[in-house]
């Protein structure tokens, strides 16, 4: 009878919390790991997610958001594009996402570290210290009053992410939702387990909260789509109103597709379901007029597949709504970029005695390693890295160093070239020399590593270009690096020039070697000022 008893307390438990559990509103928000914790009872909160978010990205994002008190529940995942720095802001974030979600218990999900966070050789005690870095960063959330969510307790365990530590890290995150239910329910509370596989999810989420359509651009459509679709929702005239945003963006996408010619309202009416049904018999889908994954999934790779840009959506959105972004064709002047380089990140003259000597002071290994094989450099033009020496106008360019500097002996008997100097009388002649190796490099590098989509974005915008004539000083490897990355953000449907240039500038930002990742900062600087 005990036994029996026991089981009716559970049930009824259970009933208790599966009503809780589906009427919570649980959100997302953070970096890139957010898409992958995508799950059936939590909403991506996409205005607070971004790739390689940092701590200072979400605060400004923070600051601009609207209270919402109808969030009980927020995971956070930050802390790798800061490097698991910045731990002096963690109880003022903590603070913001308190102030705009003042209902909401917070959780820390602890970053899963990729094999490119590592350069690759590092010693036990270079992990042993990472490891003691990230749990300090972390520990700085718990001392906030946030609990933490983790795969692992190694950093060797946490590296790569898998589909398996996705799973764990979900299911963590499941029972935290389950556990606040349980402790705000404390009747029978002793020695109570639960499967969650019992609890019945709710087939809808909400992908965000906006309350009515407002791009900025087509990547932003396409982006959210994606998470659409990606959310196995259902979408029907039982859909609640809540979901009129998604209704609305496959209301557009049937629109441009089919050739129909809904209102885009955001209800799930007899038009939309007919448009639906009409789709699915035209893809050789069961004909149900309701949009489900599969239906979801086909609508959105036929929107790539067909181009829809951003003169389509506008067809569709009223312009008050839509305010698409417009860019005139940047001016600016080659050489005077290299100037700017040359007066603001590279400096003037060094020799190999002197990177040697300064070496032993370097604790960061990259940089280090970086200086130690530098040879003589002017305008960061390294003499032997890049046979800089062979150019046809780089050796032009050495031989009138040699002649002067007093480092080789055909300037036997003339002053040595001291650490920082610029050339003096030979200045302008020596800039010459740079904007014609250069400039033609650059042009050649562009050609050869950008698409032709990408590589009219880059010409036509100043940032950017200054982005990658400034990666031809760094070397081919990187401009290829940093080159791929653009082509696959404009492949993916990408093209707004300010969205392209945050994406340029976090890539060395926020870049695995370390001697790259410092000049982010200051080209950032430089970048502003143009």
């Not at 946490?158 to 939702?177: A, C, F, H, P």
Request: net charge negative; hydrophobic share 35%; glycine share 6%.
């Amino acid at each position: 009878m005990k036994n029996i008893f026991n089981e009716i307390k559970f049930f009824r438990r259970m009933m208790k919390l599966n009503e809780s559990f589906i009427n919570s509103n649980a959100g997302l928000i953070g970096d890139d790991l957010v898409y992958y914790l995508n799950d059936e009872n939590i909403t991506i909160i996409g205005s607070l997610t971004k790739k390689n978010m940092t701590i200072m990205e979400l605060l400004s994002k923070l600051e601009n958001s609207i209270v919402d008190e109808d969030i009980d529940y927020i995971f956070i995942s930050i802390g790798l594009g800061d490097d698991f720095n910045k731990k002096e802001m963690i109880s003022l974030l903590i603070e913001r996402i308190r102030d705009v979600f003042p209902n909401a218990r917070i959780s820390a999900i602890q970053n899963i570290l990729d094999q490119d966070y590592f350069y690759g050789g590092e010693s036990e005690k270079d992990l042993k210290n990472l490891q003691e870095k990230i749990q300090s960063f972390y520990d700085d959330f718990k001392i906030n009053g946030v609990d933490v969510i983790k795969y692992g307790d190694s950093v060797i365990e946490n590296l790569g992410l898998t589909r398996q530590k996705l799973e764990v890290i979900k299911n963590k995150m499941e029972s935290s939702l389950i556990s606040k239910d349980l402790y705000n329910n404390k009747e029978d509370e002793e020695n109570l387990e639960i499967d969650s596989s019992l609890v019945t999810k709710s087939n809808n989420i909400k992908i965000e909260g906006e309350d009515q359509t407002d791009f900025d651009s087509i990547y932003e459509f396409l982006e959210r789509f994606e998470l659409i679709y990606k959310s196995k929702n259902s979408y029907s005239k039982k859909t609640p109103s809540g979901y009129a945003l998604d209704i609305e963006q496959i209301q557009i996408a049937l629109n441009f597709l089919t050739s129909s010619d809904i209102e885009v309202n955001g209800k799930y009416d007899m038009a939309t379901e007919d448009a639906v049904a009409f789709y699915q018999l035209d893809k050789g889908l069961p004909e149900t007029g309701v949009c489900d994954h599969d239906t979801l999934e086909e609508i959105f790779y036929d929107l790539k597949i067909k181009g829809f840009d951003e003169e389509d959506l506008g067809m569709f959105i009223s312009l008050p709504k839509l305010i698409m972004k417009q860019y005139g064709i940047d001016n600016y002047d080659l050489p005077d970029y290299c100037d700017k380089i040359i007066d603001n990140i590279e400096g003037g003259y060094a020799n190999e005695a002197h990177f040697k000597a300064s070496a032993k002071d370097i604790e960061n290994l990259d940089v280090r390693q970086a200086v130690l094989n530098s040879s003589e450099t002017m305008f960061g033009i390294d003499r032997f890295a890049g046979e800089w020496d062979k150019h046809p106008v780089g050796k032009d360019f050495w031989q009138l160093i040699d002649e002067n500097s007093g480092w080789a002996p055909e300037s036997a008997g003339k002053p040595k070239w001291t650490h920082g100097y610029m050339g003096g009388s030979l200045e302008g002649d020596l800039r010459d020399y740079v904007y014609d190796m250069m400039i033609p490099s650059y042009e050649d590098l562009k050609s050869a590593y950008l698409n032709d989509d990408a590589a009219k974005i880059v010409e036509e915008d100043k940032r950017l270009v200054m982005h990658f004539l400034y990666a031809t000083w760094n070397g081919s490897g990187f401009f290829q690096d940093f080159a791929n990355i653009i082509n696959k953000e404009v492949s993916s449907g990408n093209t707004d020039r300010d969205n392209l240039y945050q994406v340029a500038i976090d890539s060395r930002k926020n870049h695995p070697n370390d001697l790259v990742k410092k000049t982010g900062a200051k080209l950032e600087k430089l970048i502003s000022t143009l």
